[in-house]
T-cell receptor, first 117, second 112 residues
Framework: AQTVTQSQPEMSVQEAETVTLSCTYD???????LFWYKQPPSRQMILVIR??????QNATENRFSVNFQKAAKSFSLKISDSQLGDTAMYFC??????????????FGKGITLSVRP | SQTIHQWPATLVQPVGSPLSLECTVE??????LYWYRQAAGRGLQLLFY??????ISSEVPQNLSASRPQDRQFILSSKKLLLSDSGFYLC???????????FGDGTRLSIL
């Protein structure tokens, strides 16, 4: 079974600064996908970024980028130029590539990020 | 584009009453559908998923059930609610194999 660990329950960052959110996972699979989801106070869960394990290049989406270290089983999210709207709970999630048709996700417990004005 | 609708947004129910939460997806066919529960300040627990009409897989034993009467409709039900059923319920869909999941706005369920 897969596990996803987000050991930091809360973080805070000053507006316009950079922050990194940590995530580690445990799996015996060689091919898989990793995701970061954002859940703002409105509670809607929004996909932020996706990484395929077979790709060495780190994924980037505008101000969001990841540092994927496959050997270390680490998948951190970097948010550059933090904005007040980035205040949210962030979840790291894992999906096996050989998942059959169901595409089930395993989620971490989440980290609450507060952006200070 | 695809959209997912989930309702109601908020629900307050007495213990022992029935429950029906509905989720529908537009703009795609044969999606995978999922029901999650999120306790306050916690991660998501997968309750049910469905890869096709009438096909329901349960992840955890519980007081709830799910049904998929139509291709893009997913319903979460209970015959008799318990206090422990309180929480935030999220419906999600995906395009199938290896595709990310996309979530609805959720339903906050409070049991009195």
């Amino acid at each position: 079974a897969q596990t996803v660990t987000q050991s930091q329950p809360e973080m805070s960052v000053q507006e316009a600064e950079t922050v990194t959110l940590s995530c580690t996972y445990d799996t015996s699979e060689n091919n898989y996908y990793l995701f970061w989801y954002k859940q703002p106070p409105s509670r809607q869960m929004i996909l932020v970024i996706r990484q395929e394990a077979y790709k060495q290049q780190n994924a980037t989406e505008n101000r969001f980028s990841v540092n994927f270290q496959k050997a270390a089983k680490s998948f951190s999210l970097k948010i550059s130029d933090s904005q007040l709207g980035d205040t949210a709970m962030y979840f790291c999630a894992f999906m096996k590539a050989q998942t059959g048709a169901n595409s089930k996700l395993t989620f971490g417990k989440g980290i609450t990020l507060s952006v200070r004005p | 584009s695809q959209t997912i609708h989930q309702w109601p947004a908020t629900l307050v129910q007495p213990v022992g009453s029935p429950l029906s939460l509905e989720c529908t997806v537009e703009g795609t066919s044969n999606p995978n559908l999922y029901w999650y529960r999120q306790a306050a300040g916690r991660g998501l627990q997968l309750l049910f998923y469905s890869v096709g009409i009438g096909q329901i897989s349960s992840e955890v034993p519980q007081n709830l059930s799910a049904s998929r009467p139509q291709d893009r409709q997913f319903i979460l039900s209970s015959k008799k609610l318990l206090l422990s059923d309180s929480g935030f319920y999220l419906c999600a869909w995906s395009g199938g194999r290896r595709q990310p999941q996309h979530f609805g706005d959720g339903t906050r369920l409070s049991i009195l």
